[in-house]
C-alpha cells in the first residue's frame, strides 16, 4: 500500500475511533499492518479498537509492537 493511501485510511480509522466505530476502523487498519507491520499510528489505533472490542491480550500485543518500534513516544 503506498504511503498517501496509508495516510488516507489512518485518517479514516481515527475518524471512526473518534465515533466509537471500532470495528470498522479495525477492518481499515488491518490492510496496512499486512503492508507495514512497524506502522506506529496503524499500532496504536489498533491497539485502541481491539481493547474496545473486548480483545485486550491482542490490544496489549499490539501497543508492545508499537513502543518497540518508537520507543521515545509515550
Known amino acids: ?3 498517501k493511501k496509508v495516510k488516507v485510511k489512518l485518517k479514516e480509522a481515527k475518524t471512526l475511533i473518534g465515533e466509537k466505530d471500532f470495528k470498522k476502523a479495525l477492518s ?3 490492510p496496512i ?3 507495514e507491520p512497524l506502522n ?3 499500532r496504536v489505533f489498533n491497539a485502541i479498537c481491539l481493547q474496545e472490542v473486548g480483545e485486550p491480550d491482542e490490544a496489549a500485543i499490539s501497543l508492545q509492537m508499537a ?3 518508537k520507543p521515545e513516544d509515550p
Do not use: I, N, V
Open 33 to 35: 499492518l499486512l503492508s
Open 40 to 42: 506506529y499510528h496503524a
Open 28 to 30: 481499515l487498519l488491518r
Open 67 to 69: 513502543r518497540d518500534y
Open 1 to 3: 500500500m503506498d504511503s
